[in-house]
């Protein structure tokens, strides 16, 4: 079972891989099956038939309905059966022929699926910031390794001068000027946190707008990366969790801010992936393979590790439901010097 927490909003799939369907996914111990109903509209049901057990994922969509690959059965987008074809013509299916289905809704360019209990609260997952301001690329990367790593690797701010060379700014900067002392600071917010530098003067100064590096995370899995300037550059990750020690990398990265696009399309589809990204996988995937073997005892960890540190307390509490309750135990503002 993943660590990940439950009852939250996961992406299910790009919007734009999802023809009319079937299309199968995974999100965190889940096979799915998703698909769009006569109007468009998304569904998302468990990857398996209840008549045999066939993935229905191997199935086809005939006229918003998904059918069964083996006998045909067909089912709506709520999961009911609605047409069984080996039975005479006034038979209907049995009521309790159904498969669990899963919340689902269209946005920002992707698929979402609730995985909680009982009705999704939010009603809809948080929109994600900045969406209508660019065009983006996006893609998918699976990725042998745990959600989690790619949460912290994204809020580790000692990482990318070693791990991103001739892909990032902290490279190019350390090139030029070696190693400076600096402070970072992060802050709590009612989703997660925020990791940024230079730090505040105090915690009554506000977040400023323009800072060197910002990245918020917001529980489950979306961590959104800021660069300053004219050109700045916005990255959008979530880490789906598809099993204990696996995930999907779902990425946007923002195009240079340009007019509205005329197609009405603002994700662009991308088999490549970023370089920038590639270097942090090879990373993680080699942790993972670290962790596999022998669980997280050899691990130690410095002041400069606070942010990653943050987030993993962050999660747990998420996905041992406290996160409401005990979120103000966790500190709200730190600032930690590093170099860097
Ligand atoms: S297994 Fe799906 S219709 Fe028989
Ligand atoms: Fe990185």
Redesign the pocket.
Known sequence: MSQMPRPFWYIAAPASRLASGPLACRVLDNDLVLFRAANGAPGALIDR?C????KLSLGAVQSGSLA?G????RYDGAGHCVHIPSLPAASAPPPDASVPAFPCIEQDSYVWVWMGEGEPEPSAPARVPGFERFVWQQGTIAMACAAMLGIENNLDWCHPAFAHPWAHGQFFKTQLVGFTEQAYETRLTDTGMILFGPATAGEDDPVPSQCWFKATFALPDRVMIEFPGERGMTIVLHFVPTGPNTCRQEWLVSLVPMAEPRDGIRARWSDEEPKILAQDRALMESAQLNYDREGDGFERSVAADASTMLARRIVALAAAGRWRSERATLPWRRVVRVRS
Request: one cysteine or more.
């Open positions: 038939c008549h045999r057990g066939a069964c083996y006998h045909g059965w």
